[in-house]
T-cell receptor, first 114, second 115 residues
Framework: GQNIDQPTEMTATEGAIVQINCTYQ??????LFWYQQHAGEAPTFLSY????GLEEKGRFSSFLSRSKGYSYLLLKELQMKDSASYLC???????????????FGKGTTLSVSS | EPEVTQTPSHQVTQMGQEVILRCVPI?????FYWYRQILGQKVEFLVS????????KSEIFDDQFSVERPDGSNFTLKIRSTKLEDSAMYFC?????????????FGPGTRLTVL
């Protein structure tokens, strides 16, 4: 089976840096995704990691350690518009599956204040 | 930029009724998905569809659910006899192909309310 854990809520102030952690357990890891979801809207893609290390994309970076089953999303220079839920999702090549479905964590609600 | 579209944005139905949720994936994409999100809970995978057949499905996707690609552009999710617990946001997603780095792009969702 799969298990994905992330903190429920985080708060930060504008201009700060925040790190959102995600730990996962899967039977056949095949990539980890971070999505942003504003309330009542669809998830939008932020980043993807399949190999160990850091992927940087502007103000957002994501890190993966496959041996530890661990990832984080780093958001720099926080803005009010970054207030949203951040969803960690893994692609799992579990037995009998084609392995393209995403299994999501419960999401971390980030509140950015001025 | 191409987008996944979904209709309707909100569907209200009575328990026991059939509903069809519609999606138009991005035009050159090959993999299509349905996910649902019950209010306040996580996004849950329902089913994936490739090459005109179901590729994988979750335990949630039981006999009351079916999917279809009736033509070259639409992808539908049918719930045969809705239950109260089917109330959720239903998201359609699509991705270009089987390359590992392919990203799934989500539509805006259909909010289904079962009374």
């Amino acid at each position: 089976g799969q298990n994905i854990d992330q903190p429920t809520e985080m708060t930060a102030t504008e201009g700060a840096i925040v790190q959102i952690n995600c730990t996962y357990q899967t039977s056949g890891f095949n990539g980890l995704f971070w999505y942003q979801q504003h309330a009542g809207e669809a998830p939008t893609f932020l980043s993807y990691n399949v190999l160990d290390g850091l992927e940087e994309k502007g103000r957002f970076s994501s890190f993966l350690s496959r041996s530890k089953g661990y990832s984080y999303l780093l958001l720099k220079e926080l803005q009010m518009k970054d207030s949203a839920s951040y969803l960690c999702a893994v692609r799992d090549m579990g037995a009998g599956q084609a392995g393209t479905a995403l299994i999501f964590g419960k999401g971390t609600t980030l509140s950015v204040s001025s | 930029e191409p987008e996944v579209t979904q209709t309707p944005s909100h569907q209200v139905t009575q328990m026991g009724q059939e509903v069809i949720l519609r999606c138009v994936p991005i035009s050159n994409h090959l993999y299509f998905y349905w996910y649902r999100q019950i209010l306040g809970q996580k996004v849950e995978f329902l089913v994936s569809f490739y090459n005109n057949e179901i590729s994988e499905k979750s335990e949630i996707f039981d006999d009351q659910f079916s999917v279809e690609r009736p033509d070259g552009s639409n992808f539908t999710l049918k719930i045969r006899s809705t239950k109260l617990e089917d109330s959720a946001m239903y998201f359609c997603a699509s991705k270009p192909g089987q390359v590992l780095t392919d990203t799934q792009y989500f539509g805006p969702g259909t909010r289904l309310t079962v009374l």
